[in-house]
């Protein structure tokens, strides 16, 4: 074999070694390629998942916030209502005070008003035109006055002889000692078809 030849074969087997190399080099970046890929789609589906539960935490609290300021402006809006009924109410006090069931009215609350002072003789205070009703229907008053405050739209104060003890039975004094249970009654009365 001569020196051309022994060069040819050993060039033949160096291509041939070089090109195994490459294949083998081609086949390890395909592999690792693949691989590479496949991790990215595992790290991308899990930051997928993460950006959704994460939206969905948003989302939730979002939708938290909302509900409770809908609950606001409804409770706001209910709460302005029973507002204007209760003004409404009181409006009328003047009215029911020049009405034919007046005397009785107060002939009621003067009862009532002397039941919780427990009997005791009381200075009764009413508005001016009132007196001489008043005078009528407390027979066993120890006085009648004028009021010596804020004049009521109807109704009396009654205190106690001594003046220790004090009820307030004009309209503005019952309405105010009964508002919890008259908003009640009047959110019953608005509201109760909108409850679920």
């Given at each position: 074999?001569?020196?051309?030849?022994?060069?040819?074969?050993?060039?033949a087997?160096?291509?041939?070694?070089?090109?195994?190399i490459?294949?083998?080099a081609?086949?390890?970046?395909?592999?690792?390629?693949?691989?590479?890929?496949?991790?990215?789609?595992?790290?991308h589906?899990?930051?997928?998942?993460?950006?959704r539960?994460?939206?969905m935490?948003?989302?939730?609290?979002?939708?938290?916030?909302?509900?409770?300021?809908?609950?606001t402006?409804?409770?706001?809006?209910?709460?302005?209502?029973?507002?204007?009924?209760?003004?409404?109410?009181?409006?009328?006090?003047p009215?029911?005070?020049?009405?034919?069931?007046?005397p009785?009215?107060?002939?009621?609350?003067?009862?009532?008003?002397?039941?919780?002072?427990?009997?005791?003789?009381?200075?009764?205070a009413g508005?001016?035109?009132?007196l001489?009703?008043?005078?009528?229907?407390?027979?066993?008053?120890?006085?009648?006055?004028?009021?010596?405050?804020?004049?009521?739209?109807?109704?009396?104060?009654?205190?106690?002889?001594?003046?220790?003890?004090?009820?307030?039975?004009?309209?503005?004094?019952?309405?105010?000692?009964m508002?919890?249970?008259?908003?009640?009654?009047?959110?019953?009365?608005?509201?109760?078809e909108?409850?679920?």
């Amino acid at each position: 074999m001569t020196v051309e030849a022994i060069i040819e074969r050993i060039l033949a087997e160096s291509r041939r070694r070089a090109a195994g190399i490459e294949e083998e080099a081609n086949d390890e970046a395909a592999a690792l390629r693949r691989q590479a890929e496949k991790e990215g789609r595992r790290t991308h589906a899990r930051a997928c998942e993460e950006a959704r539960r994460e939206g969905m935490v948003i989302a939730g609290r979002i939708l938290s916030v909302a509900r409770m300021d809908a609950r606001t402006a409804v409770n706001e809006a209910r709460s302005a209502a029973i507002r204007d009924c209760i003004r409404r109410a009181e409006a009328q006090f003047p009215a029911l005070a020049a009405s034919p069931e007046y005397p009785a009215i107060l002939g009621r609350l003067i009862a009532e008003g002397l039941r919780d002072l427990g009997g005791e003789e009381a200075v009764i205070a009413g508005r001016e035109e009132d007196l001489p009703l008043i005078r009528e229907v407390a027979r066993e008053a120890a006085a009648v006055t004028a009021p010596d405050g804020e004049v009521p739209t109807g109704g009396a104060v009654l205190r106690s002889k001594g003046g220790d003890r004090r009820v307030n039975q004009t309209f503005e004094g019952r309405l105010q000692r009964m508002q919890r249970s008259v908003v009640m009654e009047v959110a019953a009365r608005l509201f109760s078809e909108e409850e679920p």
